[in-house]
Structures are given as structure tokens and as C-alpha cells.
């Protein structure tokens, strides 16, 4: 089960930090990713990273802004989001697969968090 949390409203430019924590599995055999859906759109890739953390990968929509990290420790992926635009406004989802995939073919996902960025 993976439950997000940290979505919110926050004015352009701002920053927040999601988190998705898992339970019931063992998280570190898992790839991890974040993946969003605007209002009237297709959800969309936006990050993700290997089971132990060494690799990550982006959409170019948000490289260079949004930073995908994990805490195996803790059960725990995070995403960064700094810079944030009006575009970036979605509800965020993440994933975890035994593969490590930028397609929504992720095996287990978590409920959705609600990002909202002003201008």
C-alpha cells in the first residue's frame, strides 16, 4: 500500500516536498515513481528512481526542478518540487514496480496528492 501526502497550494516559484509511504511490502526490492494528472489531461510521467536510489530519471518538463530521492529506512519517496509553475498544478501520484519504468505500467500505485501552484 503506498499512501502520498504533501500536496497543497502554493504560489508560483514556491517549493513543497511530497512523500509517499509504503507498508506491506518490502519497499527496497522496488522501483519508485511520481507521476501526475492536470484536469481535462492524461496523467504523466514526472520521476523516477531505482530500487536502492542510485538512478533516477525526468520528465524535461521538470528537470532540473523537481529532485526524486528515497529513504529505505523509512519506507519513503520523496519528491522535491522547486520553481514551482502554474503548469506543475496536478494531482501527483506515486508508483512502485519491480521494473524501473517512466510508463504507467507501475504494478502498485498510491492514492493522489493535490498540488495547486498560483500565479
Known amino acids: 500500500q503506498l499512501q502520498a501526502s504533501g500536496g497543497g497550494s502554493v504560489q508560483a516559484g514556491g517549493s513543497l516536498r511530497l512523500s509517499c509511504a509504503s507498508s506491506?511490502?518490502?519497499?527496497?526490492?522496488?522501483?519508485l515513481g511520481w507521476f501526475r494528472q492536470a484536469p481535462g489531461k492524461e496523467r504523466e510521467f514526472v520521476a523516477a528512481i531505482t530500487w536502492g536510489g542510485k538512478g533516477t530519471r525526468y520528465s524535461d518538463s521538470v528537470k532540473g526542478r523537481f529532485t526524486i530521492s528515497r529513504d529505505n529506512g523509512k519506507n519513503t519517496v520523496f519528491l522535491q518540487m522547486n520553481s514551482l509553475k502554474p503548469d506543475d498544478t496536478a494531482v501527483y501520484y506515486c508508483?512502485?514496480?519491480?521494473?524501473?519504468?517512466?510508463?504507467?505500467?507501475?504494478?502498485?500505485w498510491g492514492q493522489g496528492t493535490l498540488v495547486t501552484v498560483s500565479s
Open positions: 508508483a512502485a514496480d519491480r521494473s524501473f519504468l517512466s510508463t504507467d505500467a507501475y504494478a502498485y
Open positions: 506491506g511490502r518490502t519497499f527496497s526490492d522496488y522501483n
